[in-house]
């Protein structure tokens, strides 16, 4: 049995300390190296350990989802102290920081599949499955939030040492909370049968993909869509900068934060249909392309951001529900992995693509691309409706 209000805890506790580290880490490289060099190495290691998931699969499938999330959120807090000690005792010491960063990041790829997994393992049916992660989502939305606000205050009165410190703390707590709320789970019977060679074991979830008619075209769209979210990293400080306010920037991620928080809720109680994703996802671009118009009126773009985080949320939930409900639990972990790094997979291209379009075209051009993208990527989610469901 879960415990659930422990979970929640500890999935709150552990979210503010990833958020904050991923904030004061990068902010600790370009204050000691002046580098955005470094920094670009930093941001390109995330996203690699994301991409890759596919390769984690096979070992989160092996081992019971309760063990696979113990063990890495401990290595995970081991590291952070490691990272924490670098900074400390070693300030020119960038590579080992990097190492031990990297690291931290390859566990929380680990940890998130098969936390997830481990609802499904613990729910009687798919609406409360489908309500815990919303949940989920919106404490790890709320955590963002509060992390990226955090950072900031924290780093006006301590060094970045300390602040990372702190992270190391809140992660170990997190852990102890999350070994409590746990202790009650079975771990999950070893299924004995011949095992497959490694390449093989990681090609099976996209065979499961393939073979099921929703996920096939999520896979796709998927793909199309990790294009779109770096690039409106990219364009929001750009709008921000064109307005001629620096508090802009954060208040646009705070409003579309708050969408997705609120989209969240949404999802929770909705039913679980193809139809729905695909509607909402297609309907995701209309505030995106509507930016073009209100780029200089910073109230108006900051409510077309707060829908399209809105919109973005309901589809991410209902279709994350639905992928855990298709899925077998025997390759579930394959299945989240080989998923993860389709969303993952565009974000180095994109980043650079849509700073070149950017600095030569302007941010109409890249926002028309992204609504088109967005359009093409819901429109194949539609054609899995009739078979789907």
Same mark, same amino acid.
């Given at each position: 049995?879960?415990?659930?209000?422990?979970?929640?805890?500890?999935?709150?506790?552990?979210?503010?300390?990833?958020?904050?580290?991923?904030?004061?880490?990068?902010?600790?490289?370009?204050?000691?190296?002046?580098?955005?060099?470094?920094?670009?190495?930093?941001?390109?290691?995330?996203?690699? @350990?994301?991409?890759?998931?596919?390769?984690?699969? $096979?070992?989160?499938?092996?081992?019971?989802?309760?063990?696979?999330?113990?063990?890495?959120?401990?290595?995970?807090?081991?590291?952070?102290?490691?990272?924490?000690?670098?900074?400390?005792?070693?300030?020119?010491?960038?590579?080992?920081?990097?190492?031990?960063?990297?690291?931290?990041?390859?566990?929380?790829?680990?940890?998130? $599949?098969?936390?997830?997994?481990?609802?499904?393992?613990?729910?009687?049916?798919?609406?409360?499955?489908?309500?815990?992660?919303?949940?989920?989502?919106?404490?790890?939305?709320?955590?963002?939030?509060?992390? @990226?606000?955090?950072?900031?205050?924290?780093?006006?009165?301590?060094?970045?040492?300390?602040?990372?410190?702190?992270?190391?703390?809140?992660?170990?707590?997190?852990?102890?909370?999350?070994?409590?709320?746990?202790?009650?789970?079975?771990?999950?019977?070893?299924?004995?049968?011949?095992?497959?060679?490694?390449?093989?074991?990681?090609?099976?979830?996209?065979?499961?993909?393939?073979?099921?008619?929703?996920?096939?075209?999520?896979?796709?769209?998927?793909?199309?869509?990790?294009?779109?979210?770096?690039?409106?990293?990219?364009?929001? $400080?750009?709008?921000?900068?064109?307005?001629?306010?620096?508090?802009?920037?954060?208040?646009?991620?705070?409003?579309?934060?708050?969408?997705?928080?609120?989209?969240?809720?949404?999802?929770?109680?909705?039913?679980?249909?193809?139809?729905?994703?695909?509607?909402?996802?297609?309907?995701?671009?209309?505030?995106?392309?509507?930016?073009?118009?209100?780029?200089?009126?910073?109230?108006?773009?900051?409510?077309?951001?707060?829908?399209?985080?809105?919109?973005?949320?309901?589809?991410?939930?209902?279709?994350?529900?639905?992928?855990?409900?298709?899925?077998?639990?025997?390759?579930?972990?394959?299945?989240?992995?080989?998923?993860?790094?389709?969303?993952?997979?565009?974000? $180095?291209?994109?980043?650079?693509?849509?700073?070149?379009?950017?600095?030569?075209?302007?941010?109409?051009?890249?926002?028309?691309?992204?609504?088109?993208?967005?359009?093409?990527?819901?429109?194949?989610?539609?054609?899995?409706?009739?078979?789907?469901?």
């Amino acid at each position: 049995m879960l415990k659930k209000k422990s979970y929640f805890f500890s999935r709150a506790v552990g979210g503010l300390a990833n958020s904050l580290f991923s904030m004061v880490f990068i902010w600790w490289l370009q204050t000691s190296t002046k580098s955005s060099f470094v920094v670009g190495i930093a941001e390109a290691i995330f996203s690699t @350990t994301a991409a890759l998931s596919i390769f984690y699969g $096979p070992i989160i499938d092996h081992y019971s989802f309760k063990r696979t999330s113990y063990y890495s959120i401990l290595v995970q807090t081991v590291f952070l102290f490691a990272t924490t000690i670098a900074v400390y005792q070693l300030s020119k010491s960038y590579i080992l920081a990097l190492i031990c960063a990297g690291i931290v990041s390859v566990c929380d790829e680990f940890f998130n $599949p098969a936390d997830r997994a481990i609802l499904k393992e613990t729910t009687a049916d798919d609406q409360e499955l489908n309500n815990l992660i919303s949940k989920v989502s919106n404490i790890d939305q709320l955590v963002n939030v509060a992390g @990226t606000a955090l950072s900031g205050f924290l780093l006006t009165f301590l060094i970045s040492a300390n602040v990372m410190l702190i992270c190391s703390l809140l992660s170990l707590i997190s852990f102890v909370f999350l070994f409590y709320a746990l202790k009650e789970i079975k771990d999950r019977p070893k299924v004995k049968k011949a095992e497959a060679k490694y390449l093989n074991q990681i090609l099976n979830g996209y065979k499961f993909i393939k073979t099921n008619y929703f996920l096939s075209h999520y896979f796709w769209s998927s793909i199309l869509y990790s294009f779109i979210t770096p690039a409106m990293a990219i364009l929001l $400080p750009r709008i921000a900068q064109q307005n001629g306010q620096a508090g802009l920037y954060s208040m646009f991620y705070i409003s579309f934060m708050i969408g997705f928080v609120i989209g969240a809720t949404i999802a929770g109680r909705l039913s679980v249909r193809v139809k729905t994703i695909g509607f909402t996802w297609i309907a995701s671009a209309v505030p995106l392309l509507l930016i073009i118009f209100f780029s200089n009126n910073w109230l108006i773009f900051t409510g077309l951001i707060f829908l399209f985080g809105l919109m973005t949320s309901i589809h991410n939930i209902l279709a994350e529900s639905l992928i855990q409900i298709t899925a077998d639990d025997e390759i579930l972990g394959r299945v989240l992995t080989t998923i993860r790094t389709s969303t993952s997979i565009g974000g $180095p291209i994109s980043s650079i693509v849509a700073g070149i379009l950017l600095d030569s075209s302007g941010e109409t051009v890249l926002i028309l691309a992204c609504g088109f993208i967005i359009l093409i990527s819901g429109l194949n989610i539609f054609r899995a409706v009739n078979k789907a469901n």
